[in-house]
């Protein structure tokens, strides 16, 4: 019986010091590594028309992939189509009264020499031709106006993106920049995590970063810190660390290299840090 039991604890002894020494070596491994916890960023786009207007078509539902450069929604054109027409309607009357008064203008600056005209003539034909001018420039403007607002009775996706919310419909009326969809793009797509100040020195921007979800055996992206904020703020209550809540730390922003759809808005991630050895 006693043996029984030396031999169970010489057994415990042994399996402890396999352990210890196992906890030591996954340390001295990852003592070059710093580990960060935060979440996915993505931006989103609203995307609206910059006229007023009826929404004739808008061909896209929640969750289609959209392309950049794509057509994504129209108003009704008619009435811009028709301040076109006006407009340059507008500037060929001024074109014919501005090519009328030219000649009326060469014709008396010719006479006046001779007294055939008064100076006073000329001086109202020169004015005339100099307002027929400023006027014809005038309604060119409006007429380009005019042209910009009925293209931008069409709008283009500006960006690779998902629709998120389609926020309008067909037959309904909208002031400028209200939104008709909500895109969620592909690029860039980065992680928010923090670093306490402890190890605050040991991040770089350009500091290479390896990402890890929680989908087991999920694919690990690659990124680098972008940008290291200067200002210390109070650890938020939805990052997981070790150091408590009420400890001071600085944002950090992840930007991951071909995201390629494997990460998703809010997601939790882990970030894993190589450090610089002491002797570099």
Same mark, same amino acid.
């Given at each position: 019986m006693r043996n029984k039991i030396l031999f169970l604890i010489l057994s415990l002894l042994v399996i402890g010091a396999l352990v210890g020494y196992r906890y030591?070596?996954?340390?001295?491994?990852?003592?070059?590594?710093?580990?960060?916890?935060?979440?996915?960023?993505v931006r989103q786009v609203d995307v609206s028309f910059r006229v007023l207007g009826r929404v004739d078509d808008m061909p896209f539902e929640e969750g289609d992939f959209i392309r950049k450069g794509t057509l994504v929604g129209k108003l009704e054109k008619q009435p811009y189509e028709d301040q076109v027409k006006q407009a340059e309607a507008q500037v060929a009357s001024l074109q014919a009264q501005l090519e009328n008064a030219e000649v009326n203008l060469k014709r008396r600056n010719q006479l006046v020499g001779t007294q055939s005209v008064s100076k006073e003539d000329y001086e109202n034909s020169l004015s005339a031709q100099k307002q027929l001018t400023a006027n014809l420039k005038g309604a060119e403007a409006n007429l380009g106006i005019a042209r910009?607002?009925?293209?931008?009775?069409?709008?283009?996706?500006?960006?690779?993106?998902?629709?998120?919310t389609r926020v309008?419909?067909?037959?309904?009326?909208?002031?400028?920049?209200?939104?008709?969809?909500?895109?969620?793009? *592909?690029?860039?797509?980065?992680?928010?995590?923090? !670093?306490?100040?402890?190890?605050? /020195?040991? @991040?770089? #921007?350009?500091?290479?970063?390896? *990402?890890?979800?929680?989908?087991p055996n999920g694919? !690990?992206?690659?990124?680098?810190? /972008?940008? @290291?904020? #200067?200002?210390?703020e109070f650890t938020p209550k939805t990052v997981e660390t070790t150091a408590l809540r009420?400890?001071?730390?600085?944002?950090?922003?992840?930007?991951?290299?071909?995201?390629?759809?494997?990460?998703?808005?809010?997601?939790?991630?882990?970030?894993?840090?190589?450090?610089r050895k002491n002797s570099e």
């Open positions: 030591y070596t996954y340390q001295k491994e990852n003592s070059d590594e710093l580990t960060l916890y935060g979440n996915v960023d910009k607002n009925l293209s931008d009775t069409e709008v283009y996706s500006m960006q690779d993106g998902t629709v998120l309008r419909e067909p037959g309904s009326v909208l002031n400028p920049t209200e939104p008709i969809y909500t895109i969620s793009i *592909i690029d860039p797509v980065w992680i928010r995590a923090f !670093v306490d100040e402890k190890n605050l /020195g040991q @991040i770089y #921007p350009g500091m290479p970063a390896d *990402i890890y979800t929680d989908t694919k !690990v992206f690659h990124g680098q810190v /972008g940008f @290291i904020s #200067p200002v210390a009420t400890d001071l730390v600085y944002r950090l922003r992840i930007y991951v290299n071909n995201p390629e759809w494997g990460l998703r808005q809010g997601m939790p991630v882990t970030v894993k840090l190589p450090l």
